[in-house]
């Protein structure tokens, strides 16, 4: 099952977070002890003033295509797991999502 949601204005999307987890990326998708799926997301950032939100919501709006300002943080802000709507063409956003977290991490060496 796909951690996301279809909707007229986009896409709502469940996220597991990871801050100060070495690198922006998104890890592909994994299924929590609850049964939900969700998308894990890493960020750099800290989980200190928003930080780490702040940084989903650019790692997100960069790896879809989509401007900043179409990211908004649904749920979770002090939470790792958290729920992210993302305005645009619904069908065009979860194909790129399936392509994303279908390659899963990128194969990267650790500086």
Same mark, same amino acid.
């Given at each position: ?19 100060? $987890? +070495? ?6 998708? *994994?299924? #929590? %002890?609850?049964?939900?799926? =969700?998308? /894990?997301? &890493? @960020?750099?950032?800290?989980?200190? $003033? +928003? ?6 919501? *650019?790692? #997100? %709006?960069?790896?879809?295509? =989509?401007? /900043?300002? &179409? @990211? ?25 999502? &399936? ?13």
């Amino acid at each position: 099952m796909e951690p996301w949601r279809y909707s007229t204005e986009g896409i709502s999307i469940a996220l597991r977070v990871t801050p100060r $987890g +070495g690198r922006d990326d998104i890890d592909g998708i *994994e299924t #929590l %002890a609850n049964g939900r799926s =969700v998308v /894990k997301v &890493r @960020v750099r950032a800290i989980a200190e $003033g +928003g930080e780490a939100n702040r940084a989903v919501t *650019e790692l #997100l %709006a960069k790896a879809l295509g =989509v401007p /900043k300002a &179409r @990211v908004k943080l649904l749920s979770g802000a002090t939470s790792r797991l958290k729920q992210v709507a993302v305005a645009g063409d619904p069908k065009g956003l979860g194909e790129t999502l &399936r392509k994303l977290t279908a390659a899963g991490p990128n194969q990267k060496t650790k500086d």
